[in-house]
């Protein structure tokens, strides 16, 4: 998503406050209705002191799916250190990957840890924690588990988008070349030695990758953390080869990187303690991002005729989709109408979004909604901007999942009156998934058509200030 560094320009205190002690009167005789005879203070007021205030609900909503923009999946912003991993087949969507690129680095300063003697590798075995979330399927299907050698180099201070790559080897590092596993995010396993482990994924990789770290480590190659990524720029790992998965199969996993490891396990021929020995490498506090991939061929063909179109409509259904996926553009082609005959002071604006639950591919445990959207504007060159509502805060804002109506409810007042006052151009909005960077999800939505099951509304409450 490409925000714009400056924040649109926000009304002045001595403004604001003139502008909303005109809307607070307006407030105070209002109830949400079109039926003007149910203004608070009707049968008291004398007429000529009525206020002109109102309620609409039927203002003309455009709705079109379009792809959405990359996003800043490094490091720097997944503060949280979780990564995502895991394909699945979503029947609406079509099929959706996450992979990691990631850094390796030493927990400590080698100069003090010797190998021994003519070191050996037993294994290695590659270690990713689970934090314990899936998005897809409860019932886990078989995927294909790819680790390869990164050949460029990656850094910490480079920004990292979901939609970049990096050069890697055509050597598959596991042992098998390619780890068949079933996801077990919540079940605990047992090390030889008893101890129980947090729930993690743990695959073999080749010894022949083992043994030159080993050989690496002897020859001083790796007597710091700079240089041990300077020889090794890391690994990516990938289900992207997973095969056989049906409609509705597959899952995205979370993993904690920071607890993530490669382990080491080796003997050498010294003469004491010589053997069961292991040293560990770390996936945590390094550079790494994910690359996030959709395949929108099997998807449905409302979807894909929407995202291959260039024209809004009033589309019955609209879509929203985490990991990069897909966005919903909504437009409001009448809104200028409101101040043809004077101006108008919005006191709310709250547009409704309701997820369909009507399709036949609609479940809510399967494929969850959001547990929030995003709402951006758009600039004239298709750019998105943070509106003014949204630094009111979420309760102001809104944009929750409210899971009794299945729904998401904005308050917009501040941007549908620029827009009204010639502020800003009546380009739209955009819906983005919330937090879209760290979660699977998707939403089926309702849009704008009044043949929709439970259309997308803009509900305003108005004063006419002339």
């Known amino acids: ?158 920004t990292y988008h979901s939609n970049n790559t990096l050069s890697k080897s055509s050597t598959d590092l596991t042992a098998s070349n390619g780890y068949l596993f079933y996801p077990r995010p919540t079940d605990s396993v047992t090390t030889v030695g008893g101890l129980r482990l947090k729930p993690q994924l743990r695959t073999l990789l080749d010894n022949t990758f083992g043994q030159l770290l080993l050989n690496n480590g002897v020859a001083g190659n790796l007597s710091d953390n700079a240089a041990f990524q300077s020889l090794f720029n890391g690994i990516y790992i990938t289900t992207e080869n997973t095969t056989g998965l049906a409609s509705e199969e597959g899952n995205i996993l979370h993993f904690k990187m920071g607890e993530s490891t490669i382990r080491l396990y080796y003997h050498n021929s010294n003469a004491t303690n010589n053997d069961s020995l292991f040293y560990d490498f770390s996936l945590g506090s390094v550079a790494r991002f994910n690359h996030f991939e959709h395949d929108y061929t099997g998807a449905i063909s409302d979807l894909s005729t929407q995202i291959n179109s260039s ?24 809104l200028m109408n409101w101040v043809k005959d004077g101006g108008i002071g919005i006191n709310k604006a709250e547009l409704v979004i309701n997820v369909d639950t009507s399709v036949v591919t609609y479940n809510i445990d399967t494929f969850a909604a959001p547990s929030a959207l995003i709402l951006f504007g758009i600039n004239d060159d298709g750019t998105s901007y943070v509106i003014p509502d949204a630094f009111e805060g979420s309760t102001y804002f809104g944009g929750t999942l409210l899971t009794g109506a299945v729904q998401y409810r904005f308050n917009i007042a501040r941007y549908i009156q620029q827009v009204l006052d010639g502020d800003r151009n009546n380009n739209g909005l955009y819906i983005i998934a919330s937090n879209g960077a760290v979660f699977g999800n998707r939403a089926v939505i309702s849009g704008g058509a009044a043949g929709s099951i439970r259309p997308m509304k803009l509900n305003i409450t108005f004063t006419k200030l002339h």
Do not use: W
């Open 1 to 158: 998503m490409n925000i714009q560094n400056s924040i649109p320009q926000i009304l002045s205190r001595a403004i604001g406050t003139k502008f909303f002690y005109i809307l607070s009167i307006g407030v105070s005789i209002c109830f949400t209705s079109c039926d003007e005879s149910s203004v608070v203070g009707l049968d008291v007021q004398p007429e000529h002191d009525l206020l002109n205030v109102g309620y609409q609900d039927t203002t003309t909503i455009f709705t079109r799916t379009v792809k959405g923009d990359s996003l800043i999946t490094d490091e720097s912003l997944i503060t949280t250190g979780i990564g995502l991993i895991g394909k699945y087949i979503d029947p609406v969507f079509g099929t959706s990957t996450a992979s990691m690129y990631t850094q390796v680095r030493l927990p400590s300063n080698l100069t003090s840890i010797s190998f021994g003697t003519s070191p050996v590798c037993d294994s290695v075995i590659l270690s990713l924690v689970y934090e314990g979330t899936a998005y897809g399927k409860k019932d886990k299907k078989q995927q294909k588990l790819n680790v390869y050698q990164v050949t460029e180099a990656l850094s910490t201070g480079a």
């Open 311 to 334: 024209t809004s409509l009033q589309n019955n259904t609209v879509y929203v989709q985490s990991m990069a996926g897909v966005k919903t553009k909504i437009e409001f082609p009448n």
